[in-house]
């Protein structure tokens, strides 16, 4: 094994995880989607027809859009599908798109650990509250949000160590397919 190896081998672990994770999250994304649509659509007819009405629906469907957001935001900073300074990428220069690209990434981290601290703030203080219908602890709801900002978080390090040291990740536009 050479020196090169040694040192790609924890990127090569990083980014397996980074996959498990990823579909971990994608699954979580669309069981809270599918949450929402069930429910929402329940809620639809339950204003229009003569069914039972249930409270619950309306809570756990705000709280799955909440969790939606969070959960799958990590993996929306590893796919580069949150808002991205693409106009920079048309540089010429690949040093200026590689600094570009890792201050975006940085910002992005630094904006997760804000979030991170903020979510735990919440699960940690939040255990007293109750959730109005379900009397579920706020705690709880929050814990979604609190793995969501942490993996923003470290996604968003880790893709500015990965631009920082491989260059810059370059989005393919129609006119560079043609």
Do not use: C, N
Request: aromatic share 8%.
């Amino acid at each position: 094994m050479t020196d090169k190896d040694t040192f790609r081998q924890p990127f090569a672990v990083l980014r397996r995880l980074g996959g498990v994770m990823a579909a971990i999250e994608l699954t979580l994304g669309a069981l809270a989607l599918l949450t929402i649509l069930v429910l929402v659509f329940y809620q639809a007819l339950q204003r229009y027809l003569p069914i039972d009405q249930i409270a619950w629906t309306g809570e756990i469907s705000r709280f799955s859009l909440v969790w939606l957001t969070f959960v799958v935001a990590g993996l929306l900073v590893s796919t580069r599908g949150h808002i991205a300074l693409e106009i920079a990428d048309a540089i010429p220069h690949p040093m200026v798109v590689r600094a570009v690209q890792v201050f975006a990434m940085a910002v992005v981290a630094a904006t997760g650990v804000g979030l991170t601290l903020e979510a735990w703030a919440l699960v940690t203080t939040q255990g007293i509250i109750k959730s109005p219908v379900l009397r579920w602890p706020m705690s709880w709801v929050y814990l979604p949000v609190l793995l969501g900002a942490a993996s923003i978080t470290v996604r968003a390090a880790v893709a500015a160590v990965d631009v920082a040291l491989h260059g810059p990740v370059l989005r393919e536009t129609e006119e560079a397919a043609a």
